[in-house]
């Protein structure tokens, strides 16, 4: 695949997924980073996934302000973050081919899990809250992916879904955030050599898929939208899962 056509489905992808991202407040990295690490390399895949779920969350985080639980958000920050660094050092350091099947394995994961807790259990509490940040943040870090532990503690605490998707937004700014300083920091911040059209055409995708998504959330049941965002993200892991064997054992 040429640079110019890997930009144009880098383009296409931001401007759907920003719109998915508004109506059900998650997928940014869950459908881009295994995607991405394919069209790419996992290193960059992972590292671009996470410079783009920078943006969409600060328009969206404006534009539900006043829902945000922000006593909820610390303690999921706070487990996020101190786990960031280690697990950027183990990110640095893992080949190619392990980190393909990390990501798709990530995804997977997390879809499964999703299934299995949905309306099954009930539990909250910061450490409860804490750990989901842990592991989310880990999953940011590593193979760019954080929705499936908040998505499994949204379950298990019967989270609301207009709070949950107003307070994920800071979240996913300062866990994307936390990713890419770790990364520069140890020194793997590759960025992928994109055209400079290609990366003017994803910021313009970004609020233009958010306007679409904002025009469309009446029209159109989250739940569905939540199982479209699976759909494509499992499609994208099961690429990604191939791929890293093939290139591990083959």
């Known amino acids: 695949?040429?640079?110019?056509?890997?930009?144009?489905?880098?383009?296409?992808?931001?401007?759907?997924?920003?719109?998915?991202?508004?109506?059900?407040?998650?997928?940014?990295?869950?459908?881009?980073?295994?995607?991405?690490?394919v069209l790419l390399d996992p290193h960059e895949g992972v590292m671009l996934a996470n410079l783009l779920s920078l943006v969409p969350p600060l328009f969206i985080m404006w534009e539900l302000r006043s829902h945000i639980e922000w006593?909820?958000?610390?303690?999921?920050a706070l487990g996020s973050t101190v786990i960031m660094m280690p697990a950027a050092w183990l990110?640095?350091?893992?080949?190619?081919?392990?980190?393909?099947?990390?990501?798709?394995?990530?995804?997977?994961?997390?879809?499964?899990?999703?299934?299995i807790f949905a309306g099954r259990v009930h539990a909250d509490g910061r450490a409860l809250q804490g750990l989901t940040g842990a592991t989310a943040?880990?999953?940011?870090?590593?193979?760019?992916?954080?929705?499936?532990?908040l998505t499994i503690y949204g379950m298990l605490s019967r989270w609301p879904l207009l709070p949950m998707i107003a307070t994920m937004q800071p979240l996913w700014v300062v866990m994307a955030a936390s990713a890419v300083g770790s990364k520069w920091?140890?020194?793997?911040?590759?960025?992928p050599?994109?055209?400079?059209?290609?990366?003017?055409?994803?910021?313009?995708?970004?609020?233009?898929g958010i306007w679409i998504g904002r025009m469309?959330?009446?029209?159109?049941?989250?739940?569905?939208?939540?199982?479209?965002?699976?759909?494509?993200?499992?499609?994208?892991?099961?690429?990604?899962?191939?791929?890293?064997?093939r290139m591990t054992f083959f």
């Open 1 to 37: 695949m040429t640079t110019a056509l890997i930009a144009l489905t880098i383009c296409g992808l931001v401007l759907l997924v920003s719109a998915v991202q508004r109506v059900a407040g998650f997928g940014f990295g869950l459908v881009m980073a295994p995607f991405l690490v």
């Open 185 to 191: 920091y140890l020194g793997d911040g590759v960025v």
């Open 71 to 76: 006593r909820k958000f610390f303690w999921l």
């Open 137 to 149: 943040g880990a999953g940011a870090v590593i193979a760019g992916v954080a929705a499936p532990p």
């Open 91 to 115: 990110s640095v350091q893992a080949p190619a081919g392990p980190l393909y099947m990390v990501v798709g394995a990530v995804v997977l994961a997390g879809v499964v899990a999703s299934s």
């Open 216 to 245: 469309i959330q009446n029209a159109v049941d989250a739940k569905v939208v939540s199982r479209f965002v699976v759909g494509l993200a499992v499609v994208g892991a099961l690429l990604a899962l191939v791929t890293g064997v």
């Open 193 to 208: 050599g994109l055209p400079w059209w290609g990366w003017l055409g994803a910021l313009v995708a970004m609020p233009l």
